[in-house]
């Protein structure tokens, strides 16, 4: 409930990833991809959140630091709950490329923030992202032809983000048996 309270101003071109850092969800894919975005939109961000599991943290940053990424991508361990709301207040999408997830609770959480949705084409996520309508599906499998995808949806009109934002909302009310 405390995400569908969250109504602040969006950040344009905001990623945000909130979870584990382990191997499972392929977060450097997910940082290559953005490299596409960063290249296109100078105002673009990609925060990611969560601890440490399992030596992640360290391919990480080599990732961000091999691609000239040390002032677009931001690693926060640790977070406050506060700090945790406002990076969802603020971010524009929600990207995770995992190979798998038992529910995707952080992601539903972001919808429930408005957070639009890019997630990876697994089978929970498939069960409650509707393409084009209340999020996106996309294979982090080849990040140059995912980070194509992601600099087209950083092209999207105002509008149409508005749109996607509060069905991703209204989706996450459904999901979580929530109306009103």
Request: charged content about 30%; glycine content about 8%; hydrophobic content about 40%.
């Amino acid at each position: 409930e405390k995400y569908l309270s969250v109504k602040g101003k969006k950040q344009k071109n905001s990623f945000l990833f909130v979870g584990r850092l382990s191997a499972n969800k392929q977060l450097e894919h997910a940082v290559k991809a953005f490299k596409h975005v960063s290249d296109g939109k100078k105002e673009a961000v990609f925060w990611i959140a969560g601890e440490d599991f399992d030596g992640t943290k360290k391919r990480l940053e080599e990732t961000i630091s091999a691609l000239g990424l040390e002032k677009k991508v931001f690693l926060l361990e640790k977070v406050s709950d506060e700090k945790l709301l406002e990076l969802v207040e603020g971010a524009e999408f929600f990207l995770s490329a995992s190979r798998f997830e038992s529910f995707g609770i952080s992601a539903i959480e972001a919808m429930a923030a408005g957070c639009i949705p890019v997630l990876s084409p697994i089978p929970t996520f498939k069960s409650f992202v509707e393409e084009g309508k209340t999020g996106f599906i996309l294979d982090f499998s080849s990040p140059d032809i995912a980070g194509n995808k992601l600099l087209e949806l950083a092209e999207m009109p105002d509008s149409k983000r508005k749109k996607i934002s509060e069905n991703a909302e209204n989706a996450s009310k459904n999901i979580l048996g929530k109306t009103g």
